[in-house]
C-alpha cells in the first residue's frame, strides 16, 4: 500500500489546512488511518485516527476541538481538516495506514506499517 499526502503549507496563527492522504488501496475493516506528526527535535506523536469498521475517530488532546479527521471511501482518502492553527502546531504531518490497528494501539507509531512522505505544515505567529 502506497500512501501519498498533501496539503501543507505556511499560515498565520488562526488559520486553517486541510490535508489530504491518499491510499493506493482500501484497507479492511479491522484497519485504520492516521495522522502523526513531528516537530524539530521532537518525536513523532499522534495527532489523530480513524477506524474503518466503526467510523470512530479520535485525537490527541492538544488538537481535539480544532482538527477533524474524515474519509472519502470511493476516493481511498483521509483528510485531517486543521482549524485554529497555532505555532506549535508547526511540523512535518504524516499519515499511516495498518491493516489490522487495535484499539489501544491507535496512537502507537508502531501500529502502522504503511506511511506516506511526510507534508511539511508552518504556523507563523
Known amino acids: 500500500v502506497q500512501l501519498q499526502a498533501s496539503g501543507g503549507g505556511l499560515v498565520q496563527a488562526g488559520g486553517s489546512l486541510r490535508l489530504s492522504c491518499v491510499a493506493s488501496?482500501?484497507?479492511?475493516?479491522?484497519?485504520?488511518m492516521s495522522w502523526f506528526r513531528q516537530g524539530p527535535g521532537k518525536d513523532r506523536e499522534f495527532v489523530a485516527a480513524?477506524?474503518?469498521?466503526?467510523?470512530?475517530?479520535y485525537y490527541a488532546d492538544s488538537v481535539k476541538g480544532r482538527f477533524t479527521i474524515s474519509r472519502n471511501n470511493a476516493k481511498n482518502t483521509v483528510y485531517l481538516q486543521m482549524n485554529s492553527l497555532k505555532p506549535e502546531d508547526t511540523a512535518t504531518y504524516y499519515c499511516?495506514?495498518?491493516?489490522?490497528?487495535?484499539?489501544?494501539?491507535?496512537?502507537?507509531?508502531?501500529?502502522?506499517?504503511?506511511w506516506g512522505q511526510g507534508t511539511q505544515v508552518t504556523v507563523s505567529s
Open positions: 488501496e482500501r484497507f479492511s475493516s479491522s484497519g485504520a
Open positions: 499511516a495506514g495498518g491493516r489490522t490497528v487495535i484499539l489501544s494501539a491507535l496512537r502507537d507509531v508502531a501500529a502502522y506499517g504503511y
Open positions: 480513524f477506524r474503518w469498521n466503526s467510523g470512530t475517530t
